[in-house]
Nanobody
């Protein structure tokens, strides 16, 4: 599965961004992870492709929404009420059948898109 992520950018605190990730195949799940400088990669959210079941980390609950469009084979991460601490490179990934929040269970990764939230 090849992935192409897009939608990152610079936004003020409290603003919104919507990330997109186009997939070339039909995965079990698509997830978003993020990595800030000097920090480990962390799980943000995931969605199962066939069942449309979302999973959220605590940092995403109430602010972020994950979705997918089967007709476009594309996943989305809508991020609202962004905070400066949300600044990171966001990666989409597919896989996750043996652990939907575990980065080690994802075998295809997009190139990452930078999200910067200014205060």
């Amino acid at each position: 599965v090849q992935l192409q992520a897009s939608g990152g950018g610079l936004v003020q605190a409290g603003g919104s961004l919507k990330l997109s990730c186009a997939a070339s195949g039909r995965p079990y799940a698509m997830a978003w992870f993020r990595q800030a400088p000097g920090k480990e990669r962390e799980f943000v959210a995931a969605i199962t492709w066939s069942y449309d079941s979302p999973w959220y980390s605590d940092l995403a609950k109430g602010r972020f929404s994950i979705s997918r469009d089967l007709t476009k084979n594309t996943g989305y991460l809508q991020m609202n009420r962004l905070k400066p601490e949300d600044s990171a490179v966001y990666y989409c990934a597919t896989g996750g059948a043996d652990g939907i929040a575990d980065a080690r269970q994802y075998d295809s990764w997009g190139q990452g898109t930078q999200v910067t939230v200014s205060s």
